[in-house]
C-alpha cells in the first residue's frame, strides 16, 4: 500500500497520516504555530530545501489548514501563511506528539516547558469521556461503527 492509497482508507487516523504523516509537514506546522508566518522565515528555521518547503506548503493550503494571505513590502506583494480553524484545530496532536517525545525521547528532561500565560501552569495532552470527565487510556475505549462508515466505498 502506498502512501497516497491511505488517503481512501475507511480510517481518520489514516486518511490524516496521509495528509500529514510527512515530517517536514509536521516541523512546518510546529513552526506555523510559533508565529512564523512568512516563506524565508519557514526555510531560514526549517533548513529544508525551497522546493520541498514550497510544496508542503502547497498541500497544507489546498487541504484548507493554512491560508495564503497576500501583503506588500517596500518593493512588491508577498505572501504569508496564516493558520485556519482547521489548521489550529491541530495543535493537541502537536503538542499529544511533543508529550510523547518528552516522555520517551528526552532523557534529560523536555526542551520547552509549554506554560498557560494566565496562570503559569504546564499544559498537558488528556484522552477524557465526553460524558463523565475520566481520563482514558487505549483499554478502557471500545470501537463501534460510525456514521462515515456507512457512507464510505
Known amino acids: 500500500m502506498s502512501h497516497n492509497d491511505l488517503e481512501h482508507e475507511e480510517c481518520s ?4 497520516v496521509s495528509l500529514l504523516g510527512d515530517r517536514w509537514t ?3 506546522l510546529r513552526q506555523a504555530f510559533q508565529g512564523l508566518r512568512r516563506f524565508e522565515e519557514f ?9 520541498l518547503l514550497a510544496e508542503r506548503l502547497r498541500v497544507l493550503v489546498e487541504a484548507g489548514i493554512l ?3 497576500a501583503y506588500k513590502d517596500a518593493r512588491r506583494t508577498r505572501h ?4 485556519t480553524d482547521k489548521g489550529a484545530d491541530l495543535y493537541p496532536v502537536l503538542m499529544a506528539l511533543r508529550t510523547w517525545g518528552d516522555k520517551y525521547l528526552a532523557p534529560q528532561g523536555p ?3 509549554y506554560r498557560h500565560r494566565g496562570c503559569g501552569g504546564e499544559l498537558t495532552v488528556r484522552q477524557v469521556c465526553d460524558t ?3 481520563e482514558l487510556t487505549a483499554s ?3 470501537r463501534e461503527p460510525g456514521a462515515g462508515l456507512a457512507h464510505a466505498g
Open 140 to 142: 478502557q475505549v471500545d
Open 26 to 28: 509536521l516541523i512546518l
Open 67 to 69: 491560508d495564503r494571505v
Open 111 to 113: 526542551f520547552v516547558i
Open 13 to 16: 487516523i489514516a486518511r490524516s
Open 80 to 83: 504569508e501563511y496564516q493558520l
Open 132 to 134: 463523565c470527565g475520566a
Open 43 to 51: 526555510q531560514a528555521s526549517m533548513k529544508v530545501s525551497r522546493a
